[in-house]
């Protein structure tokens, strides 16, 4: 009896051996699977649509880039969030789902097409930059939003001004300071009141001549409320603590944070500080032109989709070429608009 006990036991520890070793080879065949997963999905190329910005999910490191279709899939109990590219919210997922659901990452169903530069063809007026040409025009601040309470404001010369009056303006609030004529940005000047979160203003510039003045287009931008600011705010600074490429934070990251909020002027800069670096992206470049010509500033946008094409060309990068010319040829639209032929009168 003892005899076949002790081959039943030894028997049981057998098993029991065979199982643990079988198990450990199929965890680590699984680990090693899942490396090879993740690291595929980090190296891969795609049109990424956001970005997991947190510890969490099974798949996905902090800072993966997320491809159309790809699933989220958090390990229990933990929760992963994630920016969406296409609307610019930081979504979060407590379970398994695709990240660009339609309720999830998606573009807003009811996006109003604003008339910019970009998009001349929605406009009423095209406008044309050879159209009043003794006239300033606002160069910054960028757009119909900022987060900036004092905002750089710039402009271009015009000839045979003799200086030139700033005014911002709202209800109950109002300065103005008149500079040379050489000068034309202006930093908020340290004297005057900082602009109010919430509130609406409107800027102007005036060339004066000797006999005349010249006043610009009013500029109309809204201060974001605090509570946007503080959204904007945390969004940015999530992103930053991920420590990646400058590069790509500007281009996809920050950009879809701004502009899901109309921040033109927090967009560019943030691309105008990677250009000061040295960057030598062309997307880069084609983004910071689209952005310009979204503001309507011809000009800039032409010297950067330029900048653009040649790096594109050294590079071989054929789509980035393909969108930089969709760009130049929104240019030509701009400088050359079709004429309007009034049909024959009766």
Same mark, same amino acid.
């Given at each position: 009896?003892?005899?076949?006990?002790?081959?039943?036991?030894?028997?049981?520890?057998?098993?029991?051996?065979?199982?643990?070793?079988?198990?450990?080879?199929?965890?680590?065949?699984?680990?090693?699977?899942?490396?090879?997963?993740?690291?595929?999905?980090?190296?891969?190329?795609?049109?990424?649509?956001?970005?997991?910005?947190?510890?969490?999910?099974?798949?996905?490191?902090?800072?993966?880039?997320?491809?159309?279709?790809?699933?989220?899939?958090?390990?229990?109990?933990?929760?992963?969030?994630?920016?969406?590219?296409?609307?610019?919210?930081?979504?979060?997922?407590? !379970?398994?789902?695709?990240?660009?659901?339609?309720?999830?990452?998606?573009?807003?169903?009811?996006?109003?097409?604003?008339?910019?530069?970009?998009?001349?063809?929605?406009?009423?007026?095209?406008?044309?930059?050879?159209?009043?040409?003794?006239?300033?025009?606002?160069?910054?601040?960028?757009?119909?939003?900022?987060?900036?309470?004092?905002?750089?404001?710039?402009?271009?010369?015009?000839?045979?001004?003799?200086?030139?009056?700033?005014?911002?303006?709202?209800?109950?609030?109002?300065?103005?300071?008149?500079?040379?004529?050489?000068?034309?940005?202006?930093?908020?000047?340290?004297?005057?009141?900082?602009?109010?979160?919430?509130?609406?203003?409107?800027?102007?510039?005036?060339?004066?001549?000797?006999?005349?003045?010249?006043?610009?287009?009013?500029?109309?931008?809204?201060?974001?409320?605090?509570?946007?600011?503080?959204?904007?705010?945390?969004?940015?600074?999530?992103?930053?603590?991920?420590?990646?490429?400058?590069?790509?934070?500007?281009?996809?990251?920050?950009?879809?944070?701004?502009?899901?909020?109309?921040?033109?002027?927090?967009?560019?800069?943030?691309?105008?500080?990677?250009?000061?670096?040295?960057? !030598?992206?062309?997307?880069?470049?084609?983004?910071?032109?689209?952005?310009?010509?979204?503001?309507?500033?011809?000009?800039?946008?032409?010297?950067?989709?330029?900048?653009?094409?040649?790096?594109?060309?050294?590079?071989?990068?054929?789509?980035?070429?393909?969108?930089?010319?969709?760009?130049?040829?929104?240019?030509?639209?701009?400088?050359?608009?079709?004429?309007?032929?009034?049909?024959?009168?009766?």
């Amino acid at each position: 009896m003892a005899d076949r006990r002790t081959d039943k036991v030894g028997k049981i520890i057998y098993i029991f051996r065979i199982s643990m070793i079988v198990s450990i080879i199929l965890s680590l065949g699984l680990s090693s699977a899942w490396g090879r997963q993740l690291k595929s999905i980090r190296s891969r190329e795609c049109k990424a649509n956001g970005r997991v910005v947190n510890a969490g999910d099974r798949f996905f490191a902090a800072g993966s880039q997320l491809c159309p279709g790809d699933r989220i899939n958090p390990v229990n109990g933990r929760t992963v969030s994630a920016l969406c590219y296409l609307n610019g919210k930081l979504l979060d997922f407590k !379970q398994s789902k695709i990240f660009d659901a339609s309720d999830e990452c998606s573009l807003p169903q009811k996006k109003a097409k604003l008339c910019t530069g970009l998009n001349p063809t929605g406009c009423n007026n095209t406008k044309s930059p050879h159209e009043g040409q003794d006239i300033p025009t606002l160069i910054s601040p960028y757009g119909s939003s900022m987060l900036s309470s004092r905002p750089k404001i710039s402009w271009y010369a015009v000839s045979n001004a003799i200086s030139y009056t700033v005014i911002v303006s709202s209800y109950e609030f109002y300065w103005e300071k008149t500079v040379d004529k050489t000068v034309t940005t202006l930093p908020y000047p340290k004297e005057q009141k900082e602009l109010k979160l919430g509130n609406t203003y409107k800027f102007t510039v005036i060339a004066n001549k000797d006999k005349s003045l010249a006043s610009s287009e009013p500029l109309v931008i809204i201060v974001l409320p605090e509570k946007d600011q503080n959204e904007i705010k945390q969004r940015v600074q999530r992103i930053n603590e991920l420590n990646l490429p400058p590069d790509e934070v500007a281009i996809f990251d920050l950009h879809a944070i701004y502009m899901s909020r109309n921040l033109l002027n927090e967009a560019i800069d943030a691309l105008e500080a990677r250009v000061a670096a040295g960057s !030598q992206n062309p997307t880069l470049y084609r983004v910071l032109a689209d952005r310009y010509l979204e503001a309507w500033l011809p000009n800039e946008a032409l010297r950067n989709y330029n900048v653009a094409d040649g790096l594109a060309k050294r590079s071989r990068n054929l789509d980035e070429l393909a969108k930089v010319q969709q760009g130049l040829n929104l240019v030509e639209f701009y400088n050359h608009p079709p004429t309007r032929i009034n049909p024959a009168q009766k």
